[in-house]
């Protein structure tokens, strides 16, 4: 396993060698549709710098209301797997617990 590796096209998040397969995986953290779709190209990109076929795309979301998603699609011939992991975090309570209660 090997993170952030350079590419000519930037960093790659994470490979993968198992078996004698390459998995490559992209992560973010969810800004904005628009920036889902860019992430998207980003691994597309990536994928045929390494020449695989398929890769994995997680993204993490730490919205208000997080939406789960998981597709799968073709971008320039390529299979990119996505999954949007919603991300849910209690708020710290705004009371003060006094000492001794």
Excluded: C
Excluded at 90 to 101: A, D, F, Q, V, W
């Amino acid at each position: 396993m090997y993170m952030e590796v350079p590419t000519g096209r930037g960093r790659m998040d994470l490979i993968i060698l198992y078996n004698q397969r390459k998995y490559i995986v992209e992560t973010k953290i969810w800004r904005s549709e628009r920036s889902y779709t860019q992430g998207k190209q980003q691994l597309a990109a990536y994928l045929s710098t390494e020449d695989v076929t398929e890769g994995y795309y997680v993204v993490f979301d730490h919205r208000e209301a997080p939406e789960q998603r998981a597709e799968t699609e073709a971008i320039d011939g390529l299979t990119i797997r996505s999954y949007v992991i919603p991300v849910v975090q209690e708020r710290p309570s705004t009371r003060l617990k006094s000492i001794g209660n």
